[in-house]
Structures are given as structure tokens and as C-alpha cells.
């Protein structure tokens, strides 16, 4: 908010000689990500973008009890408070400002850090059996071949319980889910992660949060077997349809990256 006040008032007082402008905080924990140069979480990470996309703008620290903000933003009475209506009596005396702080990293600043994990790996083909069924046969028959090996082994454990008659629709959503959890276990690219903002749903499933509340689909990867399958689904389901029609029936319920040239 500070930030964009600046920039309004700049433009304001457009064709006048001002080489800089200062912006003060008592926050040492805002100062530190402004100044930090560190990587932070989205949330974080775009508001400091945002600020520093005015250059011109110098942030300082001032002191908590000389911060007239905090008198509107506690919520208590600011009629006769010099402070609110004139600022802090040095303001005009650059020679009288608080001194400058260095900031340091604290345990509340760290909270927002993103966490980096470099992984040393070793790229290796799948050839585990179940990915084979993928590789051999359609989405539609790939799930109905993990949904009745799992009856099989429901069946093996010995619990007295009987699954009968035609596979049910919870048996096929549940192989679902599990092929893509199996796709989205591999390495996602961190900036993939945050553009998109995955997040882990009620399933425990990568999902796209977007702007639409209660729309989120679900995140596979373009590079696994999974995504090629779900694109040959959609192209059948749709009558042999054209790139663009695949592509939509694919997106009411997956998030492919790179679709397009997936469709093609």
C-alpha cells in the first residue's frame, strides 16, 4: 500500500526534481525481506516484487512508537495526536533520522523462505510391470486391469469379505487417483510448482488452485506415460475432435503443462 502511495504521489507531482523518495516501516521482519535479496514463498515473493519495481523507493526503519500508522491501525482515537496529524518531529530533519538498521535474518523472516531441495539422481527407464500395463493398453483398460488386481488382493488378505458382480465405480476412481499419484511423484520443477500453485488436496492429490473457488483440476505431469493416455482418451471421447476440443475435454478435470504439443 505504502508503495503504490509513492508511486501515485510521483506521478502527481509529475515535471518536479525528485531524485528519490524514502519509505519507512517499523516491521525489521518486511525491511529484511525487502533488503534481503533471499527467495521467498509466492505470497511473499510477489509483494516484494511488487515494491521493488519502484527503484527509486528507499525503505527505512522507524521506530514502533514513532510510526503514526500504528495509531490508525490499533483502532484507538487520533483527534490532538500530533504524531498522526505532522509525523514524527524529526521527519523534516534529515540530519535528526533514526539511524539506519542493518537487517538481519530472524526466526519470523525465515518462516516465508523458500525451501530449495537440490536432488542428485540418476535417470532410469520405468519398467516396473504395472507401468507396462499402461504402456500396453488404453487409459479405460489400464484401469480396469489395476481396479480387478486390486479385488484380487483385497480378496487374498483374508478378511472374510467378498467383492462380487462388475467392477464399481469407487474401485475405478480409486486406481485413478492412484496412477496419478504414481505420475506425480516424480520430480516437479520448482517453478512449475510455484506458477501453477500446487497444492496437495483432501486426497492427497497435486492440485492447481486458481481464481475459481472449488475448480481446481488435477496436476500430471506432460512427461509420464499417464498424460499421453489421458490425451488419447479425450481425443477419442470426443469423436476424433480437433486439437482444440481435446485439449478442453482434457482440462475440466486434468492440468497438463505443455498440452498443446501434447495434443498435436
Given at each position: ?128 510391470e504395472m507401468d507396462q500395463i499402461l504402456h500396453k493398453h488404453d487409459l479405460w483398460k489400464t484401469l480396469r486391469i489395476s481396479a480387478s ?13 467378498k467383492l462380487k458382480g462388475p467392477l464399481k465405480t469407487n474401485e475405478i476412481e480409486r486406481q485413478k487417483l492412484l496412477w496419478v499419484k ?83
Open positions: 500500500m505504502a508503495a503504490n502511495l509513492i508511486s501515485n504521489v510521483e506521478r502527481a507531482l509529475e515535471g518536479f526534481p525528485i531524485t528519490v523518495t524514502q519509505g519507512w516501516l517499523d516491521s525489521t521482519v518486511a525491511l529484511h525481506w525487502i533488503n534481503g535479496g533471499g527467495q521467498y514463498k509466492q505470497f511473499v515473493a510477489n509483494r516484494i516484487q511488487k515494491i521493488k519495481s519502484n527503484p527509486k523507493i528507499k525503505w527505512r526503519h522507524v521506530p514502533t512508537d514513532q510510526n503514526p500508522s500504528d495509531l490508525g491501525s490499533r483502532g484507538g482515537p487520533v483527534e490532538n495526536k500530533k504524531l498522526w496529524w505532522d509525523g514524527p518531529n524529526w521527519l523534516s530533519n534529515q540530519e535528526r533520522w533514526p539511524e539506519d538498521i542493518t537487517s538481519v535474518p530472524t526466526k519470523e523472516s525465515n518462516a516465508e523462505a523458500k525451501i530449495i531441495k537440490r536432488v542428485l539422481a540418476v535417470a532410469m527407464g520405468n519398467t516396473g488386481i486390486w479385488r484380487f488382493a483385497f480378496h487374498c488378505r483374508g478378511t472374510g469379505l504414481r505420475a506425480q511423484s516424480g520430480e516437479i520443477k520448482e517453478a512449475e510448482r510455484l506458477t501453477l500453485n500446487l497444492q496437495l488436496d483432501e486426497r492427497g492429490v497435486l492440485v492447481c488452485r486458481g481464481r475459481i473457488q472449488g475448480s481446481y483440476p488435477i496436476f500430471v505431469p506432460d512427461g509420464h506415460s499417464l498424460a499421453s493416455k489421458i490425451v488419447e482418451q479425450a481425443h477419442l471421447r470426443t469423436l476424433h475432435g480437433g486439437v482444440g476440443m481435446t485439449m478442453s475435454h482434457v482440462r475440466e478435470e486434468y492440468w497438463i503443462p505443455r498440452l498443446r504439443r501434447l495434443a498435436r
